[in-house]
């Protein structure tokens, strides 16, 4: 099914607020709690690890309930809209810093990280879910995922350079550090409100999700039975060899992303010894550095299926990241060129990783029967969120471990030396690791037309010989 273009600019606009979050929090969250809040690097590190795990558990839960929601206001729509609000005011609480004591402190910010992540799957595993319903078409799922990688452009913008730039206008204004990052997180939350308000009201659900009302009330009884439905589900769909390749892949990336956008901070303020005007500018170049990217793809995807095309771009990117490592990175423009070569890996893996995801709702189709794309697009909330654990931890005990000093304006150089390993070598070798797992994911264009054929004739009632597909489920 081809779409329209007022559908796929609806669904990125989307995808502003998916990103601006995810890097919002990537990127300053233990910066905030660091230098602001006055948190050690290690506690803040695993506050934030808790929130990454509470969100690979609220994303099950969420992908799950929507797929088995029906009512007037549609399947995925209504977990969107109503989400919006709550996520934008715990994203302002979330980078307010509070006059308390330690243990206050750290109580507040767990309580406003696990809130944040319920927000964040609750709108973000819907949206996902709808790429993969709104079209089964092969290559319009790649097309439609460059919107939503636009989206996810500006949405990177607004999360990851826009927080430098007004923290250090308000500053300049006579604001503390506390009032200018309370007050920049209440702008960014009013973006990523609109954002979702927009694009889920502009998109109409697909009539096969929206014709039927869920009127059955809720009991205990049938409360329990949706959770050991759920966990039934989910056991399923992990016998599926094809998606397990695509969540490994998914969760060593994301590792790299991870470390290296919390690290990347401390690496141009403290090696680099750069300016706020300098940083601003770096952190704006490295959303549109994967822009650059994106009509490569989409030509190429004629000749090259997605497999073929993450394994090259993911390739590049982690040799670059290797090689930079030690040819050294002391000026504004390698610093630069570092940015277009981790642009090419993101725009891999928001664009590619999504959509390949997605090829494996026919596939389970096929097995199960059963329509469940909610809860299979879940598993990538699931690795952003486990990657986002390992990855913050990682850095945060790292960091604390090498005697880094928030207070101090110069670190020692042991503090340094990770630091920069953690800009460069660290994520380089997890995207080689990843680009492995891709290798052995098996749904090739070719693939995903015999399993798309077969899936189309079980609907009209014929039986499906699965055993021309065994090797890959």
């Not at 007037?72 to 308390?100: E, M, Q, Y």
């Not at 300016?275 to 090259?304: C, D, H, Q, R, Y």
Request: hydrophobic share 50%.
């Amino acid at each position: 099914m081809k779409l329209s273009l007022k559908i796929k600019t609806a669904y990125g606009i989307i995808a502003i607020a998916d990103q601006c979050l995810y890097f919002l929090y990537g990127t300053f969250f233990l910066f905030f709690t660091t230098t602001v809040v006055g948190m050690d690097p290690g506690i803040a590190g695993v506050i934030a690890a808790l929130g990454a795990l509470w969100d690979a558990i609220s994303s099950a839960i969420i992908g799950f309930i929507s797929d088995n929601t029906y009512s007037r206001f549609g399947k995925r729509k209504i977990f969107i809209i109503c989400a919006s609000i709550p996520v934008a005011i715990v994203t302002t609480l979330l980078f307010t810093a509070i006059d308390a004591s330690m243990t206050m402190k750290i109580v507040y910010y767990v309580c406003m990280t696990l809130l944040f992540w319920t927000g964040f799957s609750s709108f973000f595993i819907p949206f996902l879910a709808w790429g993969a319903e709104l079209t089964e078409d092969y290559n319009e799922r790649t097309r439609l995922r460059s919107f939503a990688y636009v989206g996810n452009t500006f949405g990177m913008a607004i999360g990851a350079v826009m927080p430098t730039i007004f923290v250090d206008h308000l500053v300049n204004m006579g604001k503390t550090q506390a009032q200018a990052w309370h007050g920049t997180a209440a702008m960014i939350s009013g973006v990523v409100f609109l954002s979702l308000m927009i694009g889920s009201l502009i998109i109409k659900e697909p009539s096969n999700l929206a014709d039927k009302v869920h009127t059955e009330k809720m009991t205990f009884k049938k409360f329990v039975q949706m959770f050991k439905e759920l966990f039934k589900g989910f056991s399923e769909i992990l016998r599926l060899k094809t998606l397990r390749y695509a969540v490994y892949a998914s969760i060593l990336y994301l590792a790299a992303n991870t470390i290296f956008v919390a690290d990347r901070l401390y690496f141009y303020t403290y090696n680099m010894g750069l300016n706020a005007l300098s940083i601003t500018a770096l952190m704006a170049i490295e959303p549109f550095a994967g822009m650059i990217f994106v009509p490569i793809l989409v030509a190429t995807s004629s000749k090259f299926d997605k497999r073929s095309q993450f394994i090259i771009g993911m390739s590049i990117c982690a040799g670059s990241m290797v090689v930079l490592r030690f040819i050294g990175i002391t000026n504004f423009l390698e610093a630069a060129l570092m940015l277009v070569a981790f642009g090419l890996g993101a725009i891999c893996y928001w664009q590619l990783m999504p959509a390949m995801i997605y090829d494996v709702c026919e596939l389970d189709e096929l097995v199960s029967g059963k329509q469940r794309q909610g809860t299979i697009v879940s598993f990538q909330a699931i690795s952003e969120s486990l990657s986002e654990a390992v990855g913050l931890i990682l850095l945060g005990n790292m960091l604390q471990w090498a005697g880094f000093d928030g207070s101090a304006a110069i670190q020692q150089e042991k503090a340094l030396y990770w630091v920069d390993n953690a800009f460069t070598i660290m994520p380089g070798i997890f995207m080689v690791l990843s680009v492995y797992m891709i290798y052995k994911y098996p749904i090739t264009k070719k693939v995903f037309n015999k399993i798309l054929d077969a899936v189309e004739r079980q609907r009209e009632g014929q039986m499906a010989d699965l055993e021309e597909f065994k090797e890959i489920m």
